[in-house]
């Protein structure tokens, strides 16, 4: 299971409450952290996502409400002592802004940041649950999206079963990697007999800012969730195309042509005050979205 | 009448609710900003201080708890369409910083910023209320304290006293610039006889982070109300020195030997969940203490 937690769904300003953009996908393992704007480590801790956790951070773009906060949340985690090393993912300027900044505070790290610069769409991230890609957004200045990928995991023996059929525990491993048992007497009890399948993999798609644009759709084609921005309502598509920005039905065509399962929307203009009608608008063209709303977390 | 909101009074990082460091001193016609941590610019929404009205920032050091919030800040203020231009003092990096975040976002701001680099001690800002001193403070790393001095004010005219002397109206500006009055018998009125003498003009002194420095006492001397940070309560004296903070004791004891009116602490250290002890211990030292709380008026 991943889970997503929004800290920020808001564009540009932080307006009514609102805070700038900024989302956790937690894995068994590792929290990692997309997009950090200004005030990103209070939100953590607000929603008690633990900083120590982030093994991870990826940056969609530089532009201020995707990144003021993460010099600060870099800065904290070194006075609580971090050790741990920390990968930073994002355009390549992003390294330049947070060392000068490093530097003239003369400041030295309590543990090590490896900069990794996006420069081509590829997979930037594995491990033994996730692969993480990097996919080009359209947006006013060079943009990316994410896209997490569960791996498939191993079926679970069913320990009873295999109990019954008396396959001795030490051969539980293979019956996992999918093996098939041959019993003393040359009897093949079948993979399936004794395992029961896994759930399964899932897969998240981060569209950042970006402008409405179908050739996101093949990238983002078929996850069982897909966060899209939508900064305006639907009255409002040439303000957006102007911005590099979507609308609500925009952000649900998206969602529609890719046939995803779940919408999120999020990255509101702070001329809004409320947001309800963002997720009345993207019904309309898309049933299953909701709206990005800060501290919910949404299990994928 | 200056006006004394502070933003936030915690140190580094922030916690329990407290936020890193910014305050903002108002005039009649000016709204300046001192230091400007991270979030600085939702704190400024919360106590419904207009942006707009912020003519001048002061950096007092580029440790990222005093500055992390100003290039959001900068940034919200061009969204919202600002056209006056604004001044920031402080250390020479400032400018670079900011400008490199500007140009990787490819943003051009709606109003034009002056940045004026701290290099000395002197006068850095005058207009016909108030002119704005910085004074070297021993920090880490380069630091820099701000003392505020309103202008002295004219005397007012008591109208229904000059009018019963037969003072035309047109000789009032006069009145108000200390001159008497002679009749046409020749008779003088003194000028005392018809005015009254205006508030006293007040002294704001902001001693940013600082170590213990007995050197600062003739720079702040006097002033009517001295912001000088308290990090650490009085057990942790070595701790203070060991980082160039300063502890309840010493910075009421600079208070004292400075003869100011009134001193205002804050800067607390994120160790500390409530600071209730730290205005119990200022007190021991110097009774007129006052905890910089968020979002209080220090009227001076």
Same mark, same amino acid.
């Given at each position: 299971m991943l889970v997503l937690t929004i800290l920020g769904n808001n564009s540009a300003i932080p307006a009514f409450g609102r805070h700038p953009t900024a989302q956790v996908l937690q894995t068994d393992n590792d929290s990692f952290l997309i997009d950090c704007g200004e005030g990103t480590q209070t939100q953590l801790t607000k929603y008690k996502i633990r900083r120590s956790k982030i093994t991870a951070i990826f940056i969609s773009h530089l532009h201020g409400d995707h990144y003021f906060g993460l010099i600060g949340l870099i800065t904290s985690m070194s006075l609580l002592g971090r050790t741990q090393p920390l990968n930073i993912y994002g355009p @390549?300027? !992003?390294?330049?802004?947070?060392?000068?900044?490093?530097?003239?505070?003369? @400041? @030295?790290?309590?543990? %090590?940041i490896s900069f990794y610069s996006l420069t081509e769409e590829k997979v930037i991230f594995d491990n033994n649950k996730i692969t993480i890609e990097c996919f080009r957004v359209q947006h006013r200045i060079e943009c990316w999206g994410f896209l997490f990928n569960e791996k498939k995991k191993p079926r679970k023996v069913d320990a009873d079963r295999a109990r019954s059929y008396e396959i001795p525990e030490a051969y539980f491993g293979k019956l996992q990697q999918g093996e098939d048992y041959v019993t003393k007497r040359g009897t093949i009890i079948p993979n399936v007999e004794v395992t $029961?399948?896994?759930t399964k993999a899932k897969r998240y798609a981060y569209c950042a800012d970006t402008i409405f644009d179908k050739d !996101?759709? %093949?990238k983002i084609?078929? $996850?069982?969730? !897909?966060?899209?921005?939508? @900064?305006?309502?639907?009255?409002?598509e040439e303000r957006a195309a102007s911005r590099y920005h979507s609308t609500t039905h925009q952000a649900a065509t998206i969602a529609k042509l890719g046939d995803v399962k779940k919408l999120i929307i999020g990255h509101f203009s702070s001329k809004y005050e409320t947001v309800d009608d963002?997720?009345?608008e993207a019904k309309e063209v898309f049933e299953n979205t909701e709206l990005g709303l800060e501290g919910i977390c949404y299990r994928i």
């Open positions: @390549t300027a !992003l390294e330049q802004i947070i060392n000068l900044q490093l530097s003239v505070a003369d @400041t @030295t790290l309590s543990f %090590p $029961v399948a896994a !996101l759709v %093949p084609k078929e $996850v069982d969730v !897909l966060y899209h921005e939508a @900064t305006y309502l639907k009255d409002l963002f997720l009345k």
